[in-house]
């Protein structure tokens, strides 16, 4: 972590921290507006309950003050990597459902797919910065396909859902990694309580 030591690094890592910030309360904005478009849109209750969705990442960490600055890093990259994919599928089916009859909600998917995207490139510069460059993105093949058209409309509304969760995990993740380093920090980041 000798990059992360000097001061312009200091500097550049709370830059990133600070910009990210705002990207994940833009891309939650943005996320909870189209939460309520594709509710409205598919006919779906706002209030339904959705089951663990296979292949979406839960926001919910035990014991979230001892992880170290890196494995916030990389949980959140796995993530949005994941959610690239989830919402890439979502799009298509969107497509396949409503061709260009709501292309509103497509933009909207669209939008929040590139928000997606530029912040797991974000979270790749934060590692790289750490001297830790970012994991290979292993592919595990498209996510599974839900059975039925309401099953897809669930899975999407759980995709959503998530995603908002994980933009407000991942603010609180880069608000404790923006935090100035004592002296005798480690060099993992490991945060004190």
């Known amino acids: ?7 312009s690094a200091a500097l550049r890592r709370h830059d990133l921290c600070a ?3 705002r990207l994940a309360g833009k891309m939650r904005s943005d ?10 849109r598919q006919g779906l209750d706002a209030s339904a309950s959705v089951a663990a969705v296979e ?15 890196t494995q916030r890093l990389l949980e959140n990259l796995a993530a949005y990597r994941a959610f690239r994919s ?26 929040v797919l590139l928000q997606v995207s530029a912040f797991a490139y ?8 750490e001297s830790r460059g970012p994991p290979s ?7 599974p396909q839900p059975q039925g058209l309401f099953e897809q409309k669930l899975r999407g509304l759980g995709v959503l859902r998530e995603l908002a969760q994980w933009a407000v995990r991942s603010a609180r993740d880069l608000r404790q990694l923006a935090k100035p380093q004592g002296a ?7 945060e004190s309580p």
């Open 31 to 40: 996320v909870v507006d189209l939460l309520d478009a594709y509710v409205e």
């Open 86 to 111: 989830l919402l890439a599928q979502m799009l298509e089916e969107q497509r396949e459902q409503l061709g260009e009859a709501d292309a509103a909600l497509d933009r909207a998917l669209a939008a």
């Open 1 to 7: 972590m000798a990059g992360a030591d000097s001061p």
């Open 55 to 69: 292949g979406v990442p839960l926001a919910a960490v035990e014991r979230w003050d001892e992880q170290t600055g």
């Open 184 to 190: 005798g920090s480690s060099p993992s980041l490991a």
């Open 19 to 21: 910009r990210g910030i």
């Open 122 to 129: 974000h979270l790749e510069e934060l590692l790289r910065l």
């Open 137 to 143: 993105e292993e592919e595990d093949g498209p996510p």
